[in-house]
Nanobody, 125 residues
Framework: QVQLVESGGGLVQAGGSLRLSCAASGCTFSNYVMGWFLQAPGKEREFLATISRSGDTTYYADSVKGRFTISRDNANNTVYLQMNSLKPEYTAVYYC??????????????????WGQGTQVTVSS
C-alpha cells in the first residue's frame, strides 16, 4: 500500500517562499512518476509540476514556471516542491501524487494512482 505524506505547509507572506516535502512509503519510490497539485476552496484541483522516475525530466504548469521547482530524492523516498515568490492566489491545499502508469511524466490528475492527504498553504497579502 503506497502512502504519501506531505509536510512543509503553513502561513507565508506574499513574495515569500516555502518548501513542501512528500514522503513515500510502501513502494519502490523510483518506480513512480511524482506530481504536485493544488486545490483552492471551491475550485477544481490544479496541476503544478511533475517529475520523472529518475528525476531528469520535469514539467510545470505555465503559471508556476520559473517560480516553483520540483525535485526528488530517490534514496530517501521524498519529492519536494520549492515555491518562491508566492502570491495570495496560491492559498490552497497542496497534494502530492504518485503514478505507476506508463509515461515519463504525468500532468493529469487521472494519471495518478495514489494521493497524499494534503498540506495547507496560506499566503497572506
Amino acid at each position: 500500500q503506497v502512502q504519501l505524506v506531505e509536510s512543509g505547509g503553513g502561513l507565508v507572506q506574499a513574495g515569500g517562499s516555502l518548501r513542501l516535502s512528500c514522503a513515500a512509503s510502501g513502494c519502490t519510490f523510483s518506480n513512480y512518476v511524482m506530481g504536485w497539485f493544488l486545490q483552492a476552496p471551491g475550485k477544481e484541483r490544479e496541476f503544478l509540476a511533475t517529475i520523472s522516475r529518475s528525476g531528469d525530466t520535469t514539467y510545470y504548469a505555465d503559471s508556476v514556471k520559473g517560480r516553483f521547482t520540483i525535485s526528488r530524492d530517490n534514496a530517501n523516498n521524498t519529492v519536494y516542491l520549492q515555491m518562491n515568490s508566492l502570491k495570495p492566489e496560491y492559498t490552497a491545499v497542496y497534494y502530492c501524487a504518485a503514478s505507476s502508469r506508463l509515461g515519463t511524466i504525468a500532468f493529469r490528475g487521472s494519471q495518478y494512482n495514489y494521493w497524499g492527504q494534503g498540506t495547507q498553504v496560506t499566503v497572506s497579502s
